[in-house]
């Protein structure tokens, strides 16, 4: 496998965390935006990406490939809960 290869493979890994990342704090701004988060954009979509660069590094290692549904619903749900976390705080 080449360099560009491999960073094909990486980047198509990444790209559903990235997407989950970039679209949950717009929506969750426009959806409840009477309720501002105590924290910027940035810092919201660099946790969510994180997560969930996580959530589909553990789906690798447990299934032995990438893509199974089971890691995408786990994605969905760390990804929703870490931007609630964000909005609501631990308190509500």
Known sequence: MNLL???????????PAAWLALLLPWLARLLFSKRSSRFPLRKQ????????LLVLL?????FGQDGKMMTYM????TA????W????????
């Open 80 to 83: 929703a809960t870490s931007q």
């Open 58 to 62: 553990i789906g690798l290692v447990t």
């Open 45 to 52: 979509a660099v946790v969510i990406f994180v997560a969930g």
């Open 5 to 15: 290869a491999l960073l094909n493979h990486v980047i198509n890994f990444a790209a």
């Open 74 to 77: 786990a994605l969905t749900l």
């Open 85 to 92: 976390v964000m909005l609501k705080g631990w308190r509500g």
